[in-house]
């Protein structure tokens, strides 16, 4: 069987940003994404859609971007290659915040990376989806993770398992001992190998793609309807001001995209509209804030 | 003539924390600073002082620190040690965030560390004051500066031109092509030498310290009373927008702290209460946020 090119994949991206795009709009029944494109001065370049003042999405981005060139020099040290690399990356980016504190922040990335050096080509995939809620509902928490597993059992029993593992270490706040939120899924380096061709390493970041609308459709249509008020709206400004400093501080997406100058608007749009910090912060015992605080932590088994 | 001891040091900064916060005090005229004391697992401890909601402050810290023990790992690598080595560092650190958009940020650092690595002895000072208008003015940028040449002339007329320098690109930020404030002065790795004694550094960085709330009062007057209205507040987000980003992407101070497991709400204190990111923010041309922006930028001789 013929495996995918790198047009193919980056093809396959397009389209799925797209295909999320529609059923974003509809779920959103307001506003509608903006279309933003932009070239990379090394090669390649994106689209960023942005949704704004939504009846649901306080503020998103779903963006596209296919990227080449040679390798910028901080990759070359920590992939070990010679100065004459080149490589390819293309891959879907989504980060939404809602409207609602009742209703939880979601992310979600499927990437493709190529290299090429001294006649040598490697590549590899990665991505994810990952829940924050700032109110966390354990059965909401559990049927977002039956979802991505059933995705993940359509490829390999040992996926979910695994991803759900690297996702809870992966979205984890050192200084502040906390996860971000209830994790979800994380993979890396997924390069094919006997178990599974490049074809279907490409079907599984597709599938996850796929994954997306209905699982955040579910969360929205179970929370979007809650009432709130100011204590909830205070909170939410918190937990976000929590998602920032791990974007900042600990995503490793975030600081490298930045430091190998990369586009800084494309990749800060994952920075929530308003945020708020307060020296000391301690949720009053027994509330629903400290029954959140109290659940962002690693090896919850959800389901 | 005898020189500064660790102790006399250590105690000549707690005094200093006490004389500035009882000038914030004065200057706010409504909140006062509440009193939190730490102690480090590793050795020693600190004061950390907060105040709330004031007429001017709406979010301020004045810590006090005075830490020891073994140096930690990162650090041993950085500045070449055996695993041996110990440390002392002391210090006060200040950031203030007003309410009214028109007063500008400040934020204040004076320090003292020392190293003992197989019986040799090393020490330096650092510090340094710097302001972060929402709105620049030029005139008072000009005469927030001449305070801290001021200050560095009486001890070396070589102090404000290179500390000046010094602060610029410090509180860069490289993605996105900006300083933090207007600057002020920055100085590191300050140690005793045939020009300037230990006695003369300590008592240049208490003389610093003395600058601060005179320099702020200074600020504060010329703003404190100039109105505002959404337009102003929501620009203020923004910019503290831009402070997060520094302070969690680009500040050693913050990253080292969060990375060798100090106290995170010390080192977070210097956080806004309500921060904003907009997509692709762009000031309107012609307007006072333009004007500013214009100014953001490194080598402005505002004297």
């Known amino acids: 069987m013929s495996q995918p090119s790198k047009e193919t994949i980056t093809q396959g991206f397009q389209e799925l940003q797209s295909e999320i795009i529609a059923g974003l ?68 980016s989504i980060v939404l915040h809602p409207k609602s504190p009742m209703v939880p922040i979601i992310h979600m990335n499927v990437r493709y990376f190529e290299m090429e050096d001294g006649g040598s080509t490697t590549h590899w995939f990665g991505g994810g989806i990952d829940l924050t809620p700032h109110y966390i509902h354990p059965e909401l928490a559990k049927q977002f993770h039956l979802r991505l597993k059933s995705t993940c059992d359509g490829f390999d029993k040992a996926f979910y398992p695994k991803f759900k593992t690297w996702a809870d270490d992966y979205f984890y706040i050192p200084h502040r001992k906390e996860t971000r939120g209830i994790g979800g899924i994380f993979y890396d380096h997924l390069s094919a190998s006997e178990k599974h061709s490049k074809s279907e390493l490409f079907d599984f970041g597709l599938a996850v793609g796929k994954t997306f609308v209905p699982a955040y459709s579910q969360q929205v249509a179970a929370t979007k309807d809650l009432p709130f008020s100011e204590v909830q709206q205070s909170w939410q400004r918190l937990r976000r001001g929590r998602y920032v400093e791990f974007n900042l501080v600990n995503d490793r997406g975030t600081k490298s995209g930045l430091q190998t100058d990369g586009r800084t608007e494309s990749i800060l749009m994952s920075l929530p509209p308003l945020a708020g910090w307060e020296y000391s912060h301690e949720p009053k015992p027994g509330s629903a804030e400290a029954e959140t605080q109290a659940l962002l932590r690693k090896g919850i088994d959800w389901i």
């Open 25 to 92: 709009e509809a779920l959103d029944g307001k506003s509608t994404f903006s279309t933003d494109a932009w070239e990379r001065p090394g090669g390649g370049g994106g689209t960023a859609r942005v949704i704004l003042e939504g009846n649901v999405i306080e503020k998103g981005g779903v963006n596209f971007s296919a990227v080449h060139g040679a390798l910028p020099q901080m990759m070359q040290q920590s992939l070990k290659t010679s100065s004459e690399a080149v490589f390819y990356a293309t891959g879907v």
